[in-house]
């Protein structure tokens, strides 16, 4: 049997942490489905085909991971998929409480679907997205960080912001 796993976020931006997170899931998954999750309450810096776009062009020579969008309940997505696996990267024991939540409600909500935790290297262990955009927005280096494009990406969105 194949295996298909859903690795779901906001990737606003898409950090190094999640290339290295997806990467590793390419070594015990057969595919991968890089979820993002659309209309969330929060308004995200780069829009959802920003963010789309972005994911395409880094993935692009890796014919086992696939872009998609969802709404809604994650567990429904999966379902939808025939996924088996949500994966989700953690950083710290700070990220744990939030995921260990999350992981038991969408197991009370979907029972056939299993989290797999994935730990990241450790020199992206303490970075997020929401420390890249207000490091980069000060003025701050983020190269090794996030992807070149990313990078230039953010180059242009605050030159159009300011
Ligand atoms: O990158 P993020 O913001 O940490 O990702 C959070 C995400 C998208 C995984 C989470 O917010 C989510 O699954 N949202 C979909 C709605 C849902 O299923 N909520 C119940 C989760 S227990």
Do not use: C, W
Request: glycine share 6%; no cysteine.
């Amino acid at each position: 049997m194949s295996t298909l796993a859903v690795f779901p976020g906001s990737f606003d931006p898409l950090t190094n942490g999640h290339v290295d997170i997806i990467s590793r899931g390419l070594r015990i998954f057969d595919r991968i489905i890089v979820a993002l999750l659309v209309n969330a309450e929060k308004a995200p810096l780069f829009s959802t085909s920003e963010r789309l776009d972005i994911l395409r062009e880094v993935f692009r020579s890796e014919p086992r991971v696939e872009m998609d969008t969802f709404d809604g309940l994650l567990v429904d997505y999966v379902e939808r998929r025939k996924a088996q696996v949500i994966v989700r990267g953690l950083r710290a024991v700070s990220d744990f409480e939030y995921e260990f939540q999350m992981a038991l409600m969408n197991r009370r909500l979907n029972g056939r679907i299993e989290t797999v935790f994935m730990m990241p290297a450790e020199q992206y262990t303490y970075i997020s997205s929401r420390l890249i955009k207000e490091v980069f927005s000060l003025g701050g280096k983020v190269d090794g960080l996030v992807p070149a494009l990313v990078e230039e990406r953010l180059r242009r969105k605050l030159a159009v912001k300011s």
